[in-house]
């Protein structure tokens, strides 16, 4: 027998999720300033998160335009 497809609530959870980890990573930026990949790792507690959500969010927040990469390589916020 077939399984059922996930519940509705299973994506906007993750939806939410993914909100509220480019929101630490604004709020990070905009404490901080730019700052480069790992700095901003650090400032957000990204070595404890779920393997490659830090990644996820950053490119994400990247893609909405939540956040910038300079010409040195460091992140923003917008």
Known sequence: MPMPPPKPSTDQGQGRRIQREMAQLERALTDRGPLNRDALSVAVGGAYWEPGRFD?????????GRVVKDTEGRYAAT
Do not use: H, I, N, P
């Open 56 to 64: 996820r969010a950053l490119v994400v927040a990247l893609d909405s």
